[in-house]
């Protein structure tokens, strides 16, 4: 007896869920977790603060970037050259972005460092930085032919410049606030 296969989720499955779950769909299957912590949020606050001041680029948090009809991912952070996407539109976003940005937590590190890693090489993201508010750190990547190069991991002690915003000038520490605000 031959058996169906599962049906697999769309954009309009997402629809379902509203804002307040922050679920995403991966190869077909609806992903999700709670909502950023405030440890997520800070380092998410300052880069997009940081990163919006770089002329040319669009940067938006936590928007829906539809890379495939099975694949609706919402970064922590996009960015677009502004030529490629001046005005973004209702979601999801069906341009594939020229950079973005996970910021981990102990539900999406596993998810953010390999599933979603290795989808957004097959989309052809060029850059991909991940934030770990645990280790405070940045690792920044830029694909070529396929494959990701490691550009460098920063730590919070750390000033960089770092593509594809060389331009700007990153104080590291200002996206890990310790305990005591500083």
Known sequence: ???SAAARATWEDLLDYGDEVPAEILAGVVVGGPPPAPRQAGPVRALAGTLS???????????AVRLAKYDIVRPDLAAWHRERLSEPGEPPIDVVPDWVCEVTSPWTAAR?????????????????WIVDPDAR???AMRLEEGRWVHLGTWGASDRARIAPFERVELELGRLFPTSDGT
């Open 53 to 63: 001041t770089c002329a040319g680029w669009s940067v938006l948090v936590g928007v």
């Open 137 to 139: 750190t940045l690792e």
């Open 112 to 128: 953010d460092r390999r599933d979603k890693r290795t989808l957004y090489a097959r989309s052809r993201i060029p850059y991909y």
């Open 1 to 3: 007896m031959a058996t």
